[in-house]
């Protein structure tokens, strides 16, 4: 659902190469080495050619809303990654894209959970209640036209014993996640009820994805007869 970098992903602002298309095309760098993002452009068949982590500083402003911080980290990432994109010349004339996602209880920001109980507080405020995940993707075009769409999602968790949330601290899967939770994985079990997308939830909202590309003019269905 949020940023966490892939296993090998380089510590330097080099990119890594994406696994080759089947068909060639227009460019495309994903600004994420986020495994969970890959596998969700993969999921509708559109195949990056290189992943260009932006690190960057995610700690909320003062009085900034949610909604605004997720829409500010996905545009400063693209600012990194378009920086870097602009210094390699085999990423010139590049679409690019850039997602970030904010899991709040009101104005509340939960964090990206990297300690034990970082995550085990935030599953103890989610228990029994609702909350809002706010995902915003930003495209690149090679034109430098920039699009941008903000995609809000309520999620409503059951209520969580201490033997559950003992048993989910311990599969670790919680680490890096925003919120302390990964929806795709085993805290899908908690989900009551979900208003919104469920792939923005995951980290990038796949319809909006599309739309902002398409209207970019990249060919998004440009591999689907090469899958089998």
């Given at each position: 659902?949020?940023?966490?970098?892939?296993?090998?992903?380089?510590?330097?602002?080099?990119?890594?190469?994406?696994?080759?298309?089947?068909?060639?095309?227009?460019?495309?760098?994903?600004?994420?080495?986020?495994?969970?993002?890959?596998?969700?452009?993969?999921?509708?068949?559109?195949?990056?050619?290189?992943?260009?982590?932006?690190?960057?500083?995610?700690?909320?402003?003062?009085?900034?809303?949610?909604?605004?911080?997720?829409?500010?980290?996905?545009?400063?990432?693209?600012?990194?990654?378009?920086?870097?994109?602009?210094?390699r010349d085999d990423m010139r004339g590049s679409y690019l894209i850039a997602a970030d996602t904010v899991v709040a209880v009101?104005?509340?920001?939960?964090?990206?959970?990297?300690?034990?109980?970082?995550?085990?507080?935030?599953?103890?405020?989610?228990?029994?209640?609702?909350?809002?995940?706010?995902?915003?993707?930003?495209?690149?075009?090679?034109?430098?036209?920039?699009?941008?769409?903000?995609?809000?999602?309520?999620?409503?968790?059951?209520?969580?014993?201490?033997?559950?949330?003992?048993?989910?601290?311990?599969?670790?899967?919680?680490?890096?996640?925003?919120?302390?939770?990964?929806?795709?994985?085993?805290?899908?079990?908690?989900?009551?009820?979900?208003?919104?997308?469920?792939?923005?939830?995951?980290?990038?909202?796949?319809?909006?994805?599309?739309?902002?590309?398409?209207?970019?003019?990249?060919?998004?269905?440009?591999?689907?007869?090469?899958?089998?």
């Amino acid at each position: 659902m949020n940023d966490a970098l892939l296993q090998d992903a380089p510590t330097d602002p080099a990119a890594t190469s994406a696994p080759d298309r089947p068909v060639a095309g227009p460019h495309l760098v994903l600004a994420s080495a986020s495994p969970r993002r890959l596998a969700l452009l993969q999921q509708i068949g559109i195949e990056p050619d290189a992943l260009l982590p932006a690190d960057i500083d995610e700690t909320p402003r003062k009085s900034e809303s949610p909604r605004e911080l997720a829409r500010r980290l996905a545009r400063s990432k693209l600012d990194v990654a378009q920086d870097a994109a602009r210094r390699r010349d085999d990423m010139r004339g590049s679409y690019l894209i850039a997602a970030d996602t904010v899991v709040a209880v009101g104005r509340r920001v939960l964090p990206k959970a990297e300690r034990l109980d970082e995550a085990a507080d935030c599953l103890r405020l989610l228990s029994g209640r609702a909350h809002r995940v706010y995902t915003a993707v930003c495209v690149l075009s090679p034109k430098d036209r920039r699009r941008e769409r903000l995609v809000e999602s309520r999620v409503r968790f059951k209520r969580l014993s201490t033997r559950e949330i003992e048993a989910y601290l311990s599969s670790g899967e919680w680490r890096g996640k925003a919120g302390g939770y990964a929806i795709q994985g085993l805290a899908g079990a908690f989900v009551v009820k979900l208003v919104g997308s469920h792939s923005a939830v995951v980290g990038l909202p796949l319809y909006e994805t599309v739309s902002l590309l398409e209207g970019e003019g990249f060919p998004v269905r440009r591999n689907w007869g090469a899958i089998a």
